[in-house]
């Protein structure tokens, strides 16, 4: 069907579904560029929904960053809604990217940006809509070299026979070379399709392609090794790292601006990358190091250019922990200087709790103050110490304190349950922190500050201290839940557990091998769709189609791993020190489990 033609059959269908507008692209800042008059295609396909997708810094970066140069076209595709999707079904319509209304199947390269593991069925539900089949093994010359990267791509094992090639580390050195090498090699026309993957990932060091590397397993089910099938390939994935200054690292000042709200209806500007802790916790400071910063000028140039191509009345300063900016105090001021008079606000969507955070509310002048956004994690001292999250409760309560002297009017606390060691104390620690909190906001305000306590079921990551641990039993998660909403006496704190169904199917996502794939697609094609939405999410049809394969979840979730095991992922996202500081800081941590046991 021509573009044309596939625009004028959408637009007939859009009164049918919800939200139109976000179906039909032509928004501000978007590129449109003639098919004709470059050298190769590619469609950064989210995922997930537009609104989730476009509130997504990553894919305006890249978006930017391929569409500077004139060689090539970059545009975009989200998954469709499930009204949309059945629509497009019912009238034998594929899904397009929202430039050009071009069919994914008639890209030559179509990159998945992974979040979140229990987003894999929307992949699934793209690659089908868009034409492309699902198995690497059954895709042509013809067809677009599938490719994934992001968080989600950690652990590659579980859609190892979807994806034709992982990347792993840094987009915006290698998806340019990746995409430049592709279609040299397409043009080459040498060999097969399989042997033109071999040579693209051959070429490299950070590109992993699942197709030429074979499990094998024990007898107890665990992995013994994976071997190659083919001796051009790499051993090991070295994690791909911007080695130039992170300023010479162009920052997306035209970003595509929305016809419809998205969650976050604003400009971003990302200050740092990586994060100067190393929470054991948190796969996020090991895969996103070493630690790299812009300069004060360049932040506050490139948001002000932002602010002049977009109009947004908000910018976000982006990193994983804001706060930790060398210059922190500096930017803020300068923001402030440069962002007042023009009506333009500030936010700092992730604080760290220390000493500063007693100045930063007289700091934050220009800041929207309709809550402050706080992730302690944990509330004592030695779980403080088994995470190795140094904070101190007195910087957050005075903190708190001085934020509400200031305007503030709402906190938001991040918690976990579910960690290793966590006992009855720990719970009772959330809940005394939030309603002391809410008690502070009394004292300064006269009535009692509203506190939401998000507690979210702990899921061992791949690449963290802790991925040999496995995840606290559903009943478990249930029973700290309750326990926290019964103790919890003070009407204006809020307890807000994540949906366990939910973080027990991340865990074995996450944690899982090859052989949870076929699950994958079987509980797909029995309708499993947008597994991260709870008004989609369908567990049971998971659960039983897990029964139905005969594949053990706990297994995969559940099991405390030996450190003498093999895990599925230990090809990808090899560092130095890599693997021998995860496992000293896995035995430290049995070490300060000992001693919190002892102390009970």
């Given at each position: 069907?021509?573009?044309?033609?596939?625009?004028?059959?959408?637009?007939?269908?859009?009164?049918?579904?919800?939200?139109?507008?976000?179906?039909?692209?032509?928004?501000?800042?978007?590129?449109?560029?003639?098919?004709?008059?470059?050298?190769?295609?590619?469609?950064?396909?989210?995922?997930?929904?537009?609104?989730?997708?476009?509130?997504?810094?990553?894919?305006?970066?890249?978006?930017?960053?391929?569409?500077?140069?004139?060689?090539?076209?970059?545009e975009r595709a989200f998954t469709p809604w499930i009204d949309f999707e059945?629509?497009?079904?019912?009238?034998?319509?594929?899904?397009?990217?929202?430039?050009?209304?071009?069919?994914?199947?008639?890209?030559?390269?179509?990159?998945?940006?992974?979040?979140?593991e229990v987003c894999y069925t929307n992949l699934l539900t793209m690659l089908?809509?868009?034409?492309?089949?699902?198995?690497?093994?059954?895709?042509?010359?013809?067809?677009?070299?599938?490719?994934?990267?992001?968080?989600?791509?950690?652990?590659?094992?579980?859609?190892?026979?979807?994806?034709?090639?992982?990347?792993?580390?840094?987009?915006?050195?290698?998806?340019?070379?990746?995409?430049?090498?592709?279609?040299?090699?397409?043009?080459?026309?040498?060999?097969?399709?399989?042997?033109?993957?071999?040579?693209?990932?051959?070429?490299?060091?950070?590109?992993?392609?699942?197709?030429?590397?074979?499990?094998?397993?024990?007898?107890d089910g665990t992995v013994a090794a994976l071997n190659r099938t083919r001796?051009?390939?790499?051993?090991?994935?070295?994690?791909?790292?911007?080695?130039?200054?992170?300023?010479?690292?162009?920052?997306?000042?035209?970003?595509?601006?929305?016809?419809?709200?998205?969650?976050?209806?604003?400009?971003?500007?990302?200050?740092?990358?990586?994060?100067?802790?190393?929470?054991?916790?948190?796969?996020?400071?090991?895969?996103?190091?070493?630690?790299?910063?812009?300069?004060?000028?360049?932040?506050?140039?490139?948001?002000?250019?932002?602010?002049?191509?977009?109009?947004?009345?908000?910018?976000?300063?982006?990193?994983?922990?804001?706060?930790?900016?060398?210059?922190?105090?500096?930017?803020?001021?300068?923001?402030?200087?440069?962002?007042?008079?023009?009506?333009?606000?500030?936010?700092?969507?992730?604080?760290?709790?220390?000493?500063?955070?007693?100045?930063?509310?007289?700091?934050?002048?220009?800041?929207?103050?309709?809550?402050?956004?706080?992730?302690?994690?944990?509330?004592?001292?030695?779980?403080?110490?088994?995470?190795?999250?140094?904070?101190?409760?007195?910087?957050?309560?005075?903190?708190?304190?001085?934020?509400?002297?200031?305007?503030?009017?709402?906190?938001?606390?991040?918690?976990?349950?579910?960690?290793?060691?966590?006992?009855?104390?720990?719970?009772?620690?959330?809940?005394?922190?939030?309603?002391?909190?809410?008690?502070?906001?009394?004292?300064?305000?006269?009535?009692?500050?509203?506190?939401?306590?998000?507690?979210?079921?702990?899921?061992?990551?791949?690449?963290?201290?802790?991925?040999?641990?496995?995840?606290?039993?559903?009943?478990?998660?249930?029973?700290?839940?309750?326990?926290?909403?019964?103790?919890?006496?003070?009407?204006?704190?809020?307890?807000?557990?994540?949906?366990?169904?939910?973080?027990?199917?991340?865990?074995?996502?996450?944690?899982?091998?090859?052989?949870?794939?076929?699950?994958?697609?079987?509980?797909?094609?029995?309708?499993?769709?947008?597994?991260?939405?709870?008004?989609?999410?369908?567990?049971?049809?998971?659960?039983?189609?897990?029964?139905?394969?005969?594949?053990?979840?706990?297994?995969?979730?559940?099991?405390?791993?030996?450190?003498?095991?093999?895990?599925?992922?230990?090809?990808?996202?090899?560092?130095?020190?890599?693997?021998?500081?995860?496992?000293?800081?896995?035995?430290?941590?049995?070490?300060?489990?000992?001693?919190?046991?002892?102390?009970?």
């Amino acid at each position: 069907m021509h573009n044309s033609s596939l625009k004028s059959a959408i637009t007939r269908l859009l009164p049918r579904v919800q939200m139109p507008a976000q179906y039909l692209g032509g928004e501000l800042n978007s590129v449109v560029k003639d098919h004709r008059t470059v050298r190769g295609k590619l469609c950064l396909a989210f995922p997930d929904t537009y609104g989730l997708g476009m509130s997504h810094h990553g894919l305006q970066v890249l978006y930017t960053l391929m569409n500077n140069d004139p060689q090539w076209a970059c545009e975009r595709a989200f998954t469709p809604w499930i009204d949309f999707e059945k629509e497009l079904r019912d009238a034998c319509l594929p899904l397009y990217s929202l430039e050009t209304f071009t069919p994914l199947c008639d890209f030559d390269l179509v990159g998945f940006s992974l979040q979140y593991e229990v987003c894999y069925t929307n992949l699934l539900t793209m690659l089908d809509l868009g034409g492309i089949p699902l198995h690497s093994a059954d895709r042509t010359l013809a067809h677009p070299l599938v490719v994934c990267g992001g968080p989600g791509a950690q652990n590659p094992e579980v859609l190892a026979p979807f994806v034709d090639v992982f990347v792993i580390g840094d987009g915006e050195e290698s998806l340019p070379w990746l995409m430049e090498k592709w279609m040299s090699l397409k043009e080459a026309g040498r060999g097969s399709r399989a042997d033109l993957i071999a040579e693209l990932v051959g070429s490299t060091t950070w590109a992993y392609a699942p197709q030429f590397y074979e499990p094998e397993y024990h007898a107890d089910g665990t992995v013994a090794a994976l071997n190659r099938t083919r001796g051009d390939v790499p051993r090991e994935i070295v994690a791909c790292t911007i080695q130039q200054d992170f300023d010479d690292i162009p920052l997306p000042t035209k970003p595509v601006v929305s016809f419809v709200q998205t969650p976050h209806d604003r400009i971003a500007i990302e200050i740092m990358r990586g994060c100067p802790w190393q929470c054991r916790f948190c796969q996020s400071t090991v895969i996103k190091r070493p630690l790299r910063v812009r300069s004060v000028e360049t932040i506050v140039q490139a948001a002000l250019e932002s602010y002049r191509n977009t109009g947004h009345s908000e910018i976000s300063l982006l990193s994983l922990s804001t706060s930790d900016y060398p210059d922190f105090e500096k930017l803020v001021l300068r923001m402030q200087e440069v962002f007042t008079p023009l009506g333009v606000s500030i936010s700092l969507p992730s604080l760290r709790v220390n000493q500063q955070l007693r100045s930063l509310p007289r700091l934050m002048k220009g800041v929207r103050k309709a809550g402050l956004t706080l992730a302690p994690e944990v509330a004592r001292d030695d779980m403080r110490e088994q995470i190795r999250k140094k904070i101190k409760n007195d910087d957050l309560y005075e903190g708190c304190r001085v934020a509400f002297q200031n305007g503030w009017q709402k906190v938001k606390l991040y918690f976990l349950i579910g960690l290793p060691g966590e006992r009855t104390a720990d719970l009772d620690g959330i809940v005394d922190m939030a309603e002391h909190i809410s008690k502070i906001g009394k004292e300064v305000r006269g009535r009692y500050a509203e506190v939401t306590a998000s507690v979210s079921n702990f899921v061992p990551k791949p690449h963290t201290p802790y991925q040999w641990n496995g995840m606290q039993t559903r009943e478990y998660l249930q029973e700290a839940g309750r326990y926290l909403r019964q103790r919890c006496r003070n009407r204006a704190v809020r307890i807000k557990q994540h949906d366990i169904e939910c973080s027990l199917l991340e865990g074995v996502l996450t944690r899982g091998d090859r052989r949870i794939a076929p699950a994958l697609l079987e509980a797909w094609k029995r309708g499993c769709r947008l597994d991260g939405w709870r008004e989609c999410f369908q567990p049971e049809i998971w659960w039983q189609t897990f029964a139905d394969l005969g594949i053990d979840t706990t297994w995969y979730s559940q099991r405390l791993r030996p450190m003498t095991e093999r895990l599925p992922w230990d090809h990808v996202n090899v560092k130095k020190p890599g693997r021998e500081f995860l496992e000293k800081e896995q035995q430290r941590s049995l070490v300060q489990l000992e001693v919190m046991a002892e102390q009970v």
